[in-house]
Nanobody, 112 residues
Framework: QVRLVESGGGLVQPGGSLRLSCSAS????????MDWYRQAAGKEREMVAS???????YYEDPVKGRFTISRDNAKNMVYLQMNDLKPEDTAVYYC??????WGQGTNVTVSS
């Protein structure tokens, strides 16, 4: 079955970095655009970044220049490198495949 599993979240100080990973299985990974979303407490889920089948990337304004999305089709993995983290980046981060699959989420807390 289709499955997405995120990892790499945690507690980090402002200005720090984290790398999130998402392992995909159960579908032809290379055929789908992959997205990262996040949901902060009390807020709606929002898109963070996308990576298309071609490798083209897209970022929402709040993370441009700080986050980098990448994929490894050979390993069925998508990554989100997050640098210069801010307290407002605190959220549960979700991996999403454009075939409609969501991961369970991984918590990111940015706090001193």
């Amino acid at each position: 079955q289709v499955r997405l599993v995120e990892s790499g979240g945690g507690l980090v100080q402002p200005g720090g970095s984290l790398r999130l990973s998402c392992s995909a299985s159960g579908f032809i990974f290379s055929a789908y655009t992959m997205d990262w979303y996040r949901q902060a407490a009390g807020k709606e889920r929002e898109m963070v970044a996308s990576i298309y089948m071609t490798g083209t990337t897209y970022y929402e304004d709040p993370v441009k220049g700080r986050f980098t999305i990448s994929r490894d089709n050979a390993k069925n993995m998508v990554y989100l490198q997050m640098n210069d983290l801010k307290p407002e980046d605190t959220a549960v981060y979700y991996c999403y495949s454009r075939n409609g699959a969501w991961g369970q989420g991984t918590n990111v807390t940015v706090s001193s």
